[in-house]
């Protein structure tokens, strides 16, 4: 299926700029009607004839039915193929309020146009060819970015990085399977062009291997994408909520003197040395009577099998006990690293008894005061990322990019596996090497279907 040659004939409209008043809003216009519905609803402050592309023009939005002015505004018209959408595009720059932009655009679908959906400007970018899947994806990916990074990797994207790799192995590709289906159509010419050696050089060291780096890159890209999940756990009253609040430089989680205080689960977002980080503070680990708090502290344990590092926090102005040493255990196997809390009022004795106590360097810290954080950080990021700058990799395709390139790896190792045969069969092989293709013609979008477009497409907000 190639949606690229289906054409889309009606003029979808939508509000592009978040609900809320503001400076401007912007109402967005797509399809072969735009220069009518201006024509319409805009009377330009002075009258003319023409509309040039990619210009400007004051004026006010009338509606036509009374001549009643609606709001003062700029518009412009972006004529085909130069524009958003490669259709003819009008934006009208409105002031922002829930009560003028709804008005304006009852009057857009009065004069022509019908309201467009989710992520519906993007698909019909894609659909007319100016932008492939994978920049689709990314001009999302660039609107949701949590981290410098993660914006970063998706400008990346939209510049056709990864895209740009794809088509390498996939030409190689196609020559493999050029080759093969040559020994599929004339056998009896006993064509020699590429041994089954040769072939399975070529596979691995330019199919296989830069398959195989860019699922790496996935993985890696995942956590630029997504933040890193750090679970704050340890025994009531250790400073965990505190230590959430200096992290987050913001009064979030009820700090008290009380054992006990959080019993649920907070998660909030920070971003530390350009990265997303998900710091989630938990109810203190203990056994405990209180039915609410029992739940809590189910919840924090649950949250601790998530975690991709987790802090194991202590009170440092306390001597180790036999809790502490039982919740430690608890956490071996996880991603962690120890912290030390309260050393502004902590004993240099009770200091040494636990950097003994622990068989790792913990980190020590206040979090009233604020000390320490800094090296926190970069132990988080040692755990997760080892001790590299915390770079985000060049490209890195998301799941379902990724799920594609497992998909043609596992082809092309098949294809490998039939290559190690005695007596190959050309037929075979070139199945592999086709589904290897389609495989990867599904991660730029040269093959696709409704269903996957609409996935993609719905993740959108609409006026995108
Ligand atoms: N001196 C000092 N006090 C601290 C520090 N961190 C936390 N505290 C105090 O320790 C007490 C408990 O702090 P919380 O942050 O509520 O501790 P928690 O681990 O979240 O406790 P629960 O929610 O009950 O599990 C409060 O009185 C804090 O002010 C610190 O670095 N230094
Ligand atoms: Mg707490």
Redesign the pocket.
């Known amino acids: 299926m190639t949606p690229a040659l289906s054409r889309t004939e009606d003029t979808i409209a939508a509000i592009a700029t978040p609900p809320g008043p503001g400076a401007i809003g912007v109402i967005k216009v797509s399809g072969p009607e735009a220069e009518h519905i201006l024509r319409q609803i805009f009377r330009p402050a002075r009258p003319r004839e023409q509309f040039e592309s990619h210009r400007l023009y004051y004026g006010h939005i009338v509606d036509p039915e009374t001549g009643e002015p609606v709001d003062e505004v700029l518009v412009a018209l972006m004529r085909a193929p130069r524009s958003y959408t490669r259709e003819d595009v009008l934006e009208i720059y409105a002031h922002s309020g829930y009560r003028v932009l709804s008005r304006i655009l009852s009057l857009v679908f009065s004069a022509g146009a019908r309201p467009a959906e989710p992520g519906e400007f993007t698909r019909r970018a894609f659909l007319n060819g100016r932008i492939d899947l994978v920049q689709a994806e990314a001009i999302q990916e660039i609107i949701t970015a949590r981290s410098d990074s993660a914006l970063r990797l998706a400008l990346g994207q939209l510049s056709g990085k990864l895209s740009e790799r794809i088509r390498r192995i996939r030409e190689i590709l196609v020559e493999l399977l050029a080759v093969t289906e040559a020994a599929v159509d004339f056998p009896e010419e006993d064509l020699e062009i590429l041994s089954p050696e040769e072939m399975r050089g070529r596979l691995s060291a330019e199919v296989l291997s830069p398959l195989e780096e860019l699922i790496r890159a996935a993985d890696e890209g995942r956590v630029f994408r997504e933040g890193i999940a750090v679970v704050l756990a340890?025994?009531?009253?250790?400073?965990?909520?505190?230590?959430?609040?200096a992290l987050l430089k913001e009064e979030r989680?009820?700090?008290?003197?009380?054992?006990?205080?959080?019993r649920d689960v907070i998660e909030e977002t920070a971003q530390i040395g350009g990265l997303p980080v998900r710091l989630i503070?938990t109810?203190?680990l203990r056994e405990t009577l209180d039915e609410v708090e029992a739940i809590g502290v189910e919840l924090a344990r649950k949250k601790l099998s998530a975690a991709d590092v987790v802090v194991f926090?202590v009170?440092g102005?306390r001597e180790p006990e036999e809790e502490d040493r039982k919740l430690y255990q608890e956490i071996q196997g996880r991603p962690h690293l120890v912290a030390v809390?309260?050393?502004?009022?902590a004993g240099e004795e009770n200091l040494s008894a636990w950097r003994r106590f622990f068989p790792e360097e913990p980190v020590f810290?206040?979090?009233?005061?604020g000390t320490g954080l800094s090296e926190l950080s970069r132990r988080i990021f040692e755990v997760v990322v080892g001790d590299g700058p915390v770079e985000p990799p060049e490209t890195a395709p998301n799941l379902r990019q990724k799920a594609a390139c497992e998909r043609a790896a596992g082809a092309v190792k098949r294809a490998l596996s039939l290559l190690a045969s005695p007596e190959p069969l050309p037929e075979l092989l070139a199945i592999e090497l086709r589904e290897a293709l389609s495989a990867l013609s599904e991660i730029t979008g040269e093959v696709t279907t409704e269903d996957l477009l609409d996935r993609i497409f719905s993740t959108f907000c609409i006026g995108k």
């Open positions: 340890g025994r009531p009253n250790v400073g965990k909520s505190s230590l959430l609040n989680a009820i700090v008290t003197p009380v054992p006990g205080t959080t503070d109810a203190g926090l009170d102005s809390n309260k050393i502004d009022i810290i206040s979090a009233r005061k």
